[in-house]
């Protein structure tokens, strides 16, 4: 079994919960996160069932003895944050490993499951090596060995089903294999204590958007249509789809945005739900969905 490092463990009880605001957000919880598993509650002082799950999570953290860390976020004051990460409903408590959200949960829960979140974070980061497992299986992604971190992927569901970065990990993996059904299928079998988690939230919306990519009509006729008729908001809509399963995601952002400003109620408002759906399939760190959620919120509260 690895070792946690002895300085993260020893970690005085000051710097394990902390008050985070949208300027040390990047520092308290995505650089933190990259050596100790970083719990985020959002939370609001109206709101009562945060009084009593932030309690919890708090005395769960400080029992952890330093293998995980937790920052607090008052939505009310960190409303970009709050967007961004598209939180919709509080107490909604996230966690983050290595700069991405690999785990969460929304709503009051009790005691036990608090204890089995948290025992997850420290398996991920410690326990096992399942954390370099995960790491390696991205590299082996990122670098088009598919076949090699879906085994990857696989393997670290044997060892702990409910994981779930490996369990969106061979999501992906499957997607970027072409086979669209077997990713599906999986996903239709996740666990009911990760089926919320921000990795498997990002891969429905990434099998959405595949589906979607197997219509997709041709980039330069539907670009055709839309400067022959600005305000044919089908054929926009359609060129954005078309732009996303040709891998333009920043220009399928833009024109999606576009529609939105033209009208925002278009088709029961498909541009900001396909918007959405986008960001959700990226990295919540990802710039085109950071810049596209600021964007979209200032035409939404101008």
């Not at 696989?154 to 990713?183: K, M, Y």
């Amino acid at each position: 079994m690895l070792e946690l490092n002895s300085n993260v463990a020893a970690a005085p009880e000051a710097d394990l919960i902390k008050d985070v605001t949208e300027t040390t957000f990047m520092a308290d919880v995505i650089e933190t996160s990259q050596e100790v598993p970083v719990i985020v509650d959002f939370w609001a002082p109206w709101c009562g069932p945060c009084k009593s799950l932030g309690p919890m999570l708090e005395s769960a953290v400080k029992a952890a003895r330093g293998k995980v860390r937790m920052a607090k976020i008052n939505v009310d004051e960190n409303q970009a944050i709050a967007g961004q990460l598209r939180i919709q409903s509080i107490p909604t408590v996230y966690a983050f490993w290595k700069g991405q959200p690999v785990d969460g949960f929304q709503g009051a829960v009790p005691a036990s499951e608090i204890e089995a979140f948290i025992g997850r974070l420290t398996g991920l980061a410690g326990d096992g090596g399942l954390g370099e497992a995960i790491e390696a299986a991205e590299a082996m992604m990122a670098e088009g060995a598919v076949a090699d971190a879906a085994q990857t992927f696989a393997a670290i569901l044997g060892e702990e089903p409910e994981n779930a970065a490996a369990f969106g990990g061979l999501v992906r993996a499957n997607l970027a294999a072409g086979e669209i059904d077997q990713a599906e299928g999986l996903l239709n079998s996740v666990p009911d204590a990760i089926a919320k988690a921000p990795e498997i939230e990002a891969a429905r919306a990434q099998i959405e958007l595949a589906r979607q990519a197997e219509n997709a009509g041709p980039v330069a006729e539907l670009r055709a249509a839309v400067e022959v008729d600005p305000e044919n908001h089908q054929a926009r809509f359609d060129l954005a789809q078309a732009l996303y399963a040709a891998g333009d995601v920043q220009a399928a952002v833009d024109e999606l945005l576009d529609l939105f400003l033209r009208d925002r109620d278009w088709n029961d408002g498909a541009a900001k739900t396909q918007l959405f759906t986008i960001f959700d399939a990226l990295k919540p760190t990802d710039p085109i969905a950071l810049s596209g959620r600021r964007r979209l919120s200032s035409m939404i509260f101008a």
